[in-house]
Structure formats: C-alpha cells, structure tokens
C-alpha cells in the first residue's frame, strides 16, 4: 500500500463513525520501490492530498524525514520539497502492517500491500 | 496446398478434377455460391470444401472435357455468382481429390454413438408417411426454425420440460413401437422412451445450441435421422472451445449418454449445406426428417455434472434473494467467490479498454483524482501523469493483481466505500453494479459512489444491457457468439414460463432470456490437462443482473444531487 492509497481512505462508512479519517498506520513491514519522478505530476497531485494526514502517516512509519510540518508558500518551486513528497506517497510501500479507525479502534489489516477494508454486515450500516 | 494436402497431385495437362484457388469459405464464398458457379459447366461428382484453414476447395467432374470448359471459363476470373467483389478463382487440374481430411482431434464425445443404417429404405418411408398423417391432422406445432409433433407427452419449449399432466397427445405409431423394441432387444437404451419429437426440417433450417434439460428426461437421448444428412456439432459445456461436428447420415440412430449428454451441447447450423468432417465432401441438405425418442424423468436428476443440472443442488443458492441476507450470501456465492477463483484468467482476457471509458478518462481536467470502484485487474489504473488515480475491489486476488503493475488500490464493498467524503474529481464504475441481486443494493451502490464525489464531480457507471439489438442490428456480443458458433438464435423460449425466481444459467452470446440470471465464465484448460478429469471445475456461474433501457437512469434519478450528464 503507498502512502497516497492511505491519504483516501476512510473508515467513515463504520457504524458510528463520524469522520473516520486519518487512518492510524503501522508497518510490519515495508519497502521502496523506485518510481521515476515527475515534479508536474507531484505538483498536480499535491492539492488532492491531505498534506498533514500524509505528513502523520509517514511519521508514523519513519519516513517522514526533511518533511516540513505545513506545505510553504513556494512549494511549487522547491524540488527537493516535491522529490521528498514523491517519495513518500509513490515510493514507500507498507506490504504488512495495519490501518486503525481513529474512532471505534476498528483494526483492518494490510496484507501482501493491500488493505482488507471489508467489514462484516453488523459494523455497517 | 502443398502443405495442407500432400497426397495431391497437380496435373500437366487436364484431368477431371480441378484445384479451385480462393474459393474458400476464409475468402468470403459461400458453400452455395461455389456449387452455382460450376454446376453450369456439367455433371459434378464432388466437391470438396474446408470450413477454416484452406483458402481453397476441390471441384470433381465427370469427365475431363466438362472440367476443362470449366477451367477455361473461370481461370483468372471473378465468377458472377459470387456475391463478395474481388475475389478471383485461380484453378489448375489434378489427378486426385485428398484422400482423408479429417483433422486429428475429432474424438467423438464420450458416451455418442452414431448407427448407420439403423432403418431399411423401406423402413424409412414408413415413417415418413406416418410424418404426412401428422402434418394433416391436428396434432401440429411449428417453431421459427421447424415442424414439430409430439407424442406420449408434450414438450414446453417455454421451460425444456414436459407437460405431466395433459392433455395428452396421441400414443406412438405402431411402427414406433417396433423400433423401441429393436432399441431396447440391442440394448442401446436401459429406459424404453415415452416421449417421441418428431421435427421436419427444411434446408437451412437448424436448432439452437442446446442441452437436453436434465431434469426433464432420462439418461439415453435417441435420434433417428430420415431424409437427409446432416452435420451436428457439439460443444462441451465445461471446458471452452472444444467442438467436434459429426455426421448424421439418413437412417441412422444417433445414441447421446452420459457425459455426451448431460455435458455437452449439440446444435445443427441454420444453412443449407454441410461439410462432411471426415471426407470434406461438400453435402447438400434435403428437408429432413427426426425422430428422437425420450424418457421422461420422474425422479431428480442424478447426473455427475452438478454444476451443468438445472436442477437446484443446493436448495436456496440459485434464486433471487428475498431479503438483504440472502443478497449477500448468493452475491458471496456467484461473485465474489468467483471472481477470487478466476483473478488470473480474467487478467489474461481483460487488457483493452473500452474506448467510452478511454473517452471519459482523455476528457477529465489534468490533475483530477479518480476513483476507478470494481477496478478488477486495473486495466484503467494504468499510469496517467494527468491523473491522480485509485481503485478498489472486492477481490483480494484482483486487487493484487492491480497492486502488482503498480496501481494504488484497497480491498472494499461497493456497499461501503472505505475512502473521505467528497475526495475525488471523477469516479468510474464498469460493469460493476450488474453484480448486485437487488434493486436496494444497486441504489446503495450508486449513493456510495456519488458520496465519494466533489460536488460538480462526475460518474461514468457502465451495466450489462438486456436489450442486445439496437435499430433492429444485433450488438457485437450477439455477433461475436453467431460467428463462434454460427448458430441461429435461440428462438422459442417465454421467460415467463420459468418458475418465478428461479436464476436460469445463460448461455453465452445469446439474447438475455430474464433479467436475473448465472452467467458462465470458462476457464481455459491448463495445457498440461490436468483438470480434464474433472471438467465441471472449470466452469464458474456469476450472478448478473441486466439492465432494461432506462433502468440504470431510474436509478439515478432517485439519489438526491444527481444529475443525469448523458446515457
């Protein structure tokens, strides 16, 4: 799973949530998988994204290294801002590991890199 | 020709045998028109015609100067009676038709066995008479394709089965009972029949690709054909692709059991002619005549192919659902099991995108974010660097699959979509929703995908459709089952004579007989055959739900904040 599928998803559609968002992220395992960098993709995708949920995830797998807490003013012209934010939504994939609903605690588990978000008919609505 | 017909020899000078080049069915000519364009040039012996594979067919005269006239004429030449423009015969003389055409894997199906000569000429006429009787009494039905007349019990074309309980049509003729006798003394039958179908068939006319309903009737399928050859094909229900034509002379009794009938479909093809699959000789049709003899089922069918038995062998499973319960255990059963089941081999057909889809994508504004919902292998994942894309499935083995060429995707329900409000720019959903049971469950479906849109967001959502003829022309996925098969349509079967909510397995490429219904997916054979010895596990049943015109837009319609853009 990259960190960008995490930036999307949601546990709202739990019985009783609210929000649901960000999802809680821990790593049992993970990699990086080189991918080619293109600064007008990044910069394209940059506003569809939750920059500090982003932020939050990566922190809490260790790779938010040289991420700055808010996106600056000049972000779009600061390539090794866009380098490091291509990284960590492209690059670094969590193959193991777990998503947590940050308000029922409901725990989905993130096999082979992708996360089982199926619930079971009683916790929906 | 060198190469498909060694043991042929071309001739120096001229022979009663012509070599016809680029007159083959590949070349766009038609069995008919070929006879027409020599038939003028005198007595034909024979003529040898290939349904695929050669561009070529063999023409045989009577004598070397009728052959001759023919060459001289037609060398070089587009015959006038053929339709197709430009095509030329190139013709040169030879000294012997191929001696055996027959390719090597025409292994008849298990438990087929074809009698010649099962009747005397005189035998024949008899029966035939007993036809005429028929066709001037009252006991008289007609289908599109043919003439039919029942005895012992009628026949439903509605349902495949048979009417137990009356009014009774007449008794056999005496001279039924007879063979019946012969049947049972030769022991080609266990059960003696009490069902009789006599179909008069006139040149061109066929049947559908079929399987006798199983629970209707008895293990032995006997046949008597009069009158005229004719090639029947079958098509092994469980494994895909594997078809076998086989000849059924006049006077012979074709015997279908076990495996042959109960696992595999026979058709005739709506056409004039046939090739004969031994010799390749071309066979002109006459009106034929068949008798086919039944048993009629009285307790459930036994048979080994449960997954081929339209009888219900798992009580609840193959009917509509009636609460949302059952929705869920029958989309389990005859979606996602299966889709999890076939993730591989679906990846292996599912590569080209439609291009309504390629359309919608090249018009989204850069930048936009995309939620692709049943995303299946990902085909419309693939890197975009306008997009910003991701995708979900319900199938944990698609989704690796998607996850492994690189695409962003999460395994979730439809019925819950596990991403923020309001995230995404656009949303595809293709040929998704058709896998819901009831109709609740498709609006949720569609209120869970518009929830994940931005306000001004827009939706392409794409369903199988019922309808499958638009302005009279029959849709691609119609075509593409006539050209595999080259069969007619299935013509006479009233949905409304099926039990109500029974789920009917479908047969591919046909028109949708209901809206509900099991649509086979095949899996190819592994190469190494392993899994022949067990045939049915190759075949998997998905629910489908297709969708009547102006159905999906209903749908729409219901959710608030949705507007129809175009359909």
């Not at chain 2, 009787?133 to 012992?152: A, D, I, Q, W, Y």
């Not at chain 2, 081999?345 to 504004?365: G, I, N, P």
Request: hydrophobic content about 35%.
């Amino acid at each position: 799973m990259k960190l960008l599928t995490h930036n999307f998803l949601s546990s709202k559609f739990l019985k009783g949530v609210t929000t649901g968002y960000p999802l809680l992220l821990v790593a049992t395992q993970k990699e990086v998988k080189e991918h080619e960098f293109n600064a007008d993709f990044v910069k394209r995708m940059l506003p569809k994204v939750d920059y500090t949920a982003c932020r939050t995830a990566a922190e809490s797998i260790g790779e938010a290294e040289g991420l700055p807490t808010e996106v600056g003013d000049m972000w779009e012209e600061n390539e090794d801002f866009l380098r490091k934010l291509h990284r960590v939504l492209l690059e670094v994939e969590v193959t193991e590991g777990e998503l947590q609903c940050p308000e029922s605690g409901r725990k989905f588990p993130i096999k082979n890199g992708i996360p089982n978000m199926l619930a079971n008919e009683d916790e929906v609505e | 020709m060198r190469r498909h017909d060694p043991d042929v020899t071309v001739s120096e000078s001229p022979t009663n045998i012509l070599y016809v080049g680029n007159s083959g069915v590949l070349c766009g000519v038609q069995w008919e028109e070929l006879e027409a364009v020599f038939e003028p040039y005198g007595p034909i012996v024979d003529i040898c015609v290939f349904p695929t594979g050669r561009p070529y067919s063999f023409v045989k005269f009577e004598s070397v100067e009728k052959a001759r006239e023919a060459f001289d004429a037609l060398h070089g030449t587009h015959p006038s009676q053929v339709a197709k423009a430009d095509v030329v015969f190139y013709l040169a003389f030879i000294t012997n038709m191929p001696r055996s055409t027959a390719s090597t894997d025409q292994e008849m199906p298990p438990g087929l066995k074809v009698m010649e000569e099962f009747v005397s000429e005189n035998e024949q006429q008899k029966l035939l008479d007993v036809v005429a009787t028929c066709s001037n009494g009252e006991s008289k039905g007609s289908l599109k394709n043919r003439r039919v007349f029942h005895f012992g019990f009628e026949f439903l074309y509605g349902s495949n089965t048979v009417n137990l309980d009356g009014p009774f049509p007449p008794p056999f003729p005496p001279i039924c009972e007879a063979l019946i006798d012969r049947m049972c003394q030769a022991q080609l039958v266990k059960h003696r029949p009490d069902q009789l179908t006599i179909n008069v068939y006139e040149p061109g006319h066929g049947i559908p690709s079929h399987v006798d309903t199983h629970s209707a009737f008895e293990d032995e399928i006997v046949s008597l054909s009069l009158s005229s050859d004719v090639v029947m094909n079958f098509r092994e229900c469980s494994v895909s692709g594997r078809s076998v034509a086989v000849r059924l002379p006049a006077r012979s009794l074709t015997i279908m059991k076990g495996e042959s009938r109960y696992a595999w479909e026979h058709c005739i093809a709506s056409r004039n002619y046939d090739c004969d699959p031994a010799s390749s000789r071309l066979i002109r049709r006459s009106q034929r005549v068949s008798f086919t003899f039944r048993k009629v089922r009285r307790a459930p069918c036994e048979c080994e192919f449960p997954q081929l038995c339209d009888r219900n062998r798992d009580d609840n499973v193959k009917k509509l659902p009636s609460s949302d319960t059952e929705a869920r255990g029958l989309e389990k059963t005859f979606v996602a099991n299966v889709y999890e089941e076939i993730a591989a081999h679906f990846d292996e057909t599912r590569y080209s995108q439609w291009r309504a889809v390629k359309t919608f994508l090249d018009e989204l504004a850069s930048g936009s974010a995309l939620l692709d919902v049943g995303c299946g292998n990902g085909k419309y994942l693939n890197e975009d660097i306008r997009l910003l894309k991701v995708g979900c499935d319900m199938s944990a083995n698609l989704c690796l699959i998607a996850s492994a060429k690189g695409a962003c995707v999460a395994q979730a329900d439809g019925l819950h979509l596990p991403f923020r409000d309001g995230a995404f720019d656009a949303l595809i959903s293709i040929a998704v929703i058709h896998h819901m049971s009831t109709v609740e469950r498709r609006l949720v479906a569609i209120g869970e995908m518009l929830r994940m849109l931005r306000p001004g967001g827009t939706a392409l959502i794409t369903v199988w459709a019922f309808e499958q003829k638009m302005n009279n022309e029959q849709s691609e996925y119609l075509k593409w089952g006539r050209n595999r098969e080259s069969l007619v349509d299935r013509p006479e079967d009233d949905a409304s004579a099926y039990p109500s909510g029974a789920l009917l397995v479908h047969l591919n490429n046909t028109a949708f007989q209901q809206q509900d219904l099991l649509v086979p997916w095949h899996r190819k054979a592994p190469t190494d055959g392993a899994s022949l010895a067990n045939p049915q596990s190759d075949r998997f049943l998905r629910f489908y739900h297709v969708f009547k015109r102006g159905e999906l837009e209903d749908l729409c319609a219901k959710i608030p904040h949705c507007r129809l853009i175009s359909t």
